[in-house]
């Protein structure tokens, strides 16, 4: 059975060293703690539990309650993601939503690395959305060599029909969060 250092440290995508540089513990002493060689002195029990942001009453009594951590993570993740959905009623907010998350859950690295992976969704859709909706109706005038006399602006409906598609790479995304325990699919990573 897995240690209660060793299982928050691997959901928090840390090594040992990486947890022993955030936290000031020694290597040794977290290997020691992991390995349940030593429960740990007061003092490393709180700086680890301040570098995993755990309550440190849990860990000095080594009832660890990984559900809620993992839970607590996912909620902040799936949030990140829904997030992006503000951009049906508010353009570029799809970014600027799961930004302000992300920088309140910063401390957490799971939540940061596949916040940033998401919000790096986010931008790539904006971006060629941006793309499609100044381009295409160019195109199609420069084809058609007249203007267009429709009572629509020919951007408003490609924005729809990108607003659409980014709904279902949410859900998309939205699936892959509720499906898996490990976050091991790939989404690019811009940030």
Known sequence: MESWLKKTRIKNCLSQEELALISGVSVKTIQRIENKKSKGSIYSIKQLATALNIDPIQLQQNELSPN??????????????????????????????????????????????MGKKIVSVQILWTFFTLVLAISLPLLYLWNID???????PLFIP??????????????????????????????????
């Open 68 to 113: 809620t951590t993992e839970q607590q993570t996912q909620s902040i993740i799936k949030l990140i993601n829904w997030s992006a959905l503000i951009v049906i009623v508010i353009p570029f907010a799809n970014i600027i939503a799961p930004l302000i998350i992300l920088q309140k859950n910063k401390d957490n690295n799971l939540v940061s690395k």
């Open 146 to 152: 007249q203007s267009y006399s429709g009572s629509v």
């Open 158 to 191: 490609v924005y729809f029909i990108a607003i659409f598609l980014n709904i279902i790479i949410i859900l998309m995304i939205a699936f892959q969060l509720s499906n898996k325990n490990e976050y091991d699919f790939y989404l690019p990573n811009l940030l």
